[in-house]
């Protein structure tokens, strides 16, 4: 199971945490991603997390804004939002991929996550 949480109401260019709490699988056998869907829109992967090797894959819209990191104590990922867009407005949502031969995965395919949080929503005001 997942849990995304820390969503809320920010100003653009403010910050804000969230935070996805894992349970019920092997917290260092599976990729964690985040994805974003924007009001009307297709969800869209925002950042990929490798528990294995801590590699970590970030869509070209977040880079040098978003930052991910994990604490396996807690089996729980975090993804740092900073200057916050107003297009970053939407749900977010955490998920798990079972990572693959080698701890390979796929970064964003959707069909590849087959554990996904409830969401949390982030609405950034211009």
């Known amino acids: 199971q997942l849990q995304a949480y820390g969503g809320g109401l920010v100003q653009a260019g403010r910050s804000l945490r969230l935070s996805c709490a894992t349970s019920?699988?092997?917290?260092?056998?599976?990729?964690i991603g985040w994805f974003h869907q924007a009001p009307g829109k297709e969800r869209v992967g925002v950042s990929c997390?490798?528990?294995?090797?801590?590699?970590?894959y970030y869509a070209d819209s977040v880079k040098g804004r978003f930052t991910t990191s994990s604490d396996a104590a807690k089996n729980t990922v975090y993804l740092q939002m900073n200057s916050l867009k107003p297009e970053d407005t939407g749900v977010y949502y955490c998920?798990?991929?079972?990572?693959?031969?080698?701890?390979?995965?796929?970064?964003?395919?959707?069909?590849?996550?087959?554990?996904w949080g409830q969401g949390t929503l982030v609405t950034v005001s211009s």
């Open positions: 997390t490798s528990s294995s090797d801590g590699s970590t």
């Open positions: 019920g699988f092997p917290f260092d056998n599976y990729a």
């Open positions: 998920a798990a991929q079972k990572l693959g031969p080698g701890g390979s995965y796929y970064h964003f395919a959707l069909d590849e996550f087959h554990y």
